[in-house]
Every structure is written in structure tokens, then in C-alpha cells.
């Protein structure tokens, strides 16, 4: 009972970081390190909750908190390549800005102090029927599968054909790679470096999307909790890799899903909770240290 419910965890915890990693993936290989992840998933998570409540509609949410994701990423990605900001600078400037508008839209408009509820919020459904959680270990977590767990799954799957085969992904990683090919190509780098940050942003929009609405039903100025840096370490643990990437979230997703258990069992919270963190830091230590070996052989 207790592997089945780590496994239903770990999937549900997984879901936001993969997704969000795959967008920052896409986005690193054109040239840009996204380090306004977090305000994008936390801008998404606020819209989700309030289109899901006005329309009575998952997709509609889903798709708000998407657009507002791009929306939000392709300003972003203008102060880089237009503007000339220091890419790292403008993404934390990013997260204080966005978390800071959204506190005080909670205040001013909803008269709220943090958290946001709405009435009739839709929660994401379940794809497949409930039966199906009789199947033994890996039953509960199938029957908790959402359409965007499917969809970042999909993405793993998808990404290294598009990204290796398609004049897009082509363009994409030519764009970061090397950009004397794009110019001798005539083609526009920053315009291709606009759009997959706008990828990103869309995806981190939906990550944000599944922080509220796969359970919760809820809207927290602490609903993120970090996990837009914790992808961003994913992707960089996986050398820019979609499965790696995706093995790496998969890890902090059990770890977090461990850490919560390990809170109900009398361990003091504080440091438990602190178990995901630790491992991101040493992942990216690890690497850090893997990658410098590589360079002096």
C-alpha cells in the first residue's frame, strides 16, 4: 500500500517539473537559460484557477494558463534579445515582478492574502477509468493519470524526433549552437530564440496549471515551491537530454513524494522537507564535476 501511494505521488509530483523542464529544454537550446520559470508556472497556476472557476471548463484553464505562460515568456525573451539584458538578471527580476503583481492583485481585486478559492473550480479528470486501479502496484497511479501527465510524457517521447528532424528543432538548436549558421541562412536568431521562449513559457504556464487544478483546486503564493529552479536543474542534470531530463524529474518527484511520507512518520518536517533540495544542489554539483572532467580529457 505504501509503494502504490509513493507511486501515485511521485507521478502527480512529477507532472509540473517535467513539463516545465521540457519547455526550459527546448528554450536552452536555442541560447537562453530560463531562469523566470517559476513566475511563469506561478502566473499560470493563478489564471487556471480563475478561468477554471468562470467557465467551468479544465481545458479552457488550461489553455488561459498556457497563453498567459507564452505571453509572459515572449516578453521576457524581448528584454534579451532586443534589449540586451543579462539573461540570468532579467529572469529573477522576472520571478520578484510576477510574484509581486500577483500579491497584489490578490489583495487589491480578491481581498485575499495569499490564497486564492473560487467557487465550481473543475479539477483535471482522470483518462482512464477507475477500474483500473485494481491492477496490482501500478493500478492507483494509472487510474490518477491526467491529460497533462499524458501530455508531458508525450513531449519526452516526441521531443528528440522533433527536435533532431524537423526544420524547427533544427533551427532551434542551430540558434544555440551556432549562430553563424542561422545568419548565413538568413534566417532571424532572436525571432527563433522569441518563440521557444514562448514554448516555455506555454509550458510552464500548463505546469502551473497542474499545481492547481490535479488536486488542489487552489491558488497559494507558495504553491510553487521552487520548482521552476528544481527543472531547471533537471534539464541541466540531463545535459539538455529530453529522457535524461525526464529521469532527473522523475527522481526529485519521488523524492518529494518520499519527503512528504517521511513527514507522517514523526521526522521532523523542517528537515525533511529539505530532502528534495539537497539532492538538486548535489545533482548539480555532480554534474558540475562530471562535465570538468569531460573537458580536461
Sequence with gaps: MLIEQILV????LTTPILLAAMGGLVNRQ??????????????????????????QSWLLACLAAALTGAGIGWVFSLTITRAR???????????VLVAGAIGFILAWVFSSSGTLRQ?????LPHILPQAIDRLP?????????DPLTLLSWATVLALPFLLANTRAGLWIRATGNAPQVIRALGLDGPTIQDASTAFAGAFAGLAGAHLALASLGLFNEGLTAGRG???????????????????ACLLFGFLDASQIRLQTTGFPPKLIGM??????LLALIFTSIRAK?????
Aim: glycine share 8%; proline share 5%.
Design 9 to 12: 505521488s511521485t507521478l502527480v
Design 30 to 55: 536555442a541560447g537562453i537559460v530560463n531562469i523566470g520559470l517559476e513566475a511563469k508556472m506561478l502566473a499560470g497556476a493563478f489564471v487556471a484557477v480563475i478561468v477554471s472557476s468562470a467557465t
Design 85 to 95: 539584458a543579462n539573461m540570468i538578471v532579467a529572469g529573477l527580476g522576472l520571478n
Design 119 to 123: 467557487p465550481d473550480v473543475v479539477l
Design 137 to 145: 502496484v501500478i493500478g492507483p497511479a494509472l487510474a490518477d493519470l
Design 229 to 247: 529552479f528544481i527543472a531547471l536543474a533537471a534539464f541541466y542534470f540531463g545535459r539538455d537530454r529530453p529522457f535524461q531530463t525526464a529521469m
Design 275 to 280: 530532502i528534495p533540495y539537497l539532492m538538486v
Design 293 to 297: 572532467r569531460k573537458t580536461m580529457i
